[in-house]
């Protein structure tokens, strides 16, 4: 069984970082893209960017570029998304989603259970 | 970017009724080269990560219903549940992977009438 499972929630001040990880299983973690996209309260679905984990090569969402950063350790199948510099903005349920195919331009089949991570003062 | 938008924003069927949603991408979605529209189909239910549905705007993914199908082409393009189910209550998100930044639309959502 193809499964991700996510860290658990977070609650951080505003300024500092979060990292959150996606432990995969049941397949080859370093066959397929691993997208991370979140979701604030109550709204729809905003893409991230993605990791090849084969490569550890990286394509972030314009709207977050030098803010965060996609790692991997394949030893262990994990990816992990670290967001610094966070505002209330920026509470949000985060998921991990693996990509459907070997490429980047594909669909996202498996998923998280996703991480709440909310920052508050 | 591309930009996603569906409607309604949310529509209400009775059970075993059609039910019609509308997504429209800003530029096309269809790679020429491979005549392939780059465009999926999820169902979020509240407290769950979304699910693929649909993907190349007309495939059904495996352990679908076939109840569930999509079809369009280009910049248009439509999700169609045959005969609803109670199980079916969710928001809908369409998603458009053609370019580098990969964007979803603002979703609807589908009740029992």
Redesign the interface.
């Known amino acids: 069984q193809v499964h991700l499972v996510q860290s658990g929630a977070e609650v951080k001040k505003p300024g500092a970082s979060v990292k959150v990880s996606c432990k995969a299983s049941g397949y080859t973690f370093s066959a397929y893209y691993m997208?991370w996209?979140r979701q604030a309260p109550g709204q729809?679905?905003?893409?991230m960017g993605w990791i090849n984990p084969n490569s550890g090569g990286t394509?972030y969402?314009?709207k977050f570029q030098g803010r965060v950063t996609m790692t991997r350790d394949t030893s262990i199948s994990t990816a992990y998304m670290d967001l610094n510099r966070l505002t209330s903005d920026d509470t949000a349920v985060y998921?991990c989603?693996r990509g459907?195919n070997s490429s980047?331009?594909?669909?996202?089949?498996i998923?998280?259970?996703?991480t709440m991570v909310t920052v508050s003062s | 970017?591309i930009v996603m938008t569906q409607s309604p924003d949310s529509l209400a069927v009775s059970l075993g009724e059609r039910a019609t949603i509308n997504c429209k991408s800003s530029q096309s979605v269809l790679y020429s080269s491979n005549n392939k529209n780059?465009l999926?189909w999820?169902q979020?239910k509240p407290g769950q990560?979304?699910?693929?549905l649909i993907?190349w705007a007309s495939t059904r993914?495996s352990g679908v219903p076939d109840r569930f199908s999509g079809s369009g082409s280009g910049t248009d393009f439509t999700l169609t549940i045959s005969s609803l189910q109670a199980e079916d209550v969710a928001v809908y998100?369409c998603?458009q992977?053609?370019t580098?930044?990969?964007?979803?639309?603002?979703?609807t959502k589908v009740d029992i009438k």
Do not use: R
Not at chain 2, 100 to 107: H, K, L, N, R, W
């Open positions: 997208h996209v729809g679905l905003e893409w394509k969402a314009q998921y989603a459907s980047w331009y594909s669909s996202f089949d998923w998280g259970q996703g | 970017d780059y999926a999820y979020q990560p979304p699910k693929l993907y993914e998100y998603q992977y053609y580098t930044e990969i964007t979803f639309g603002p979703g």
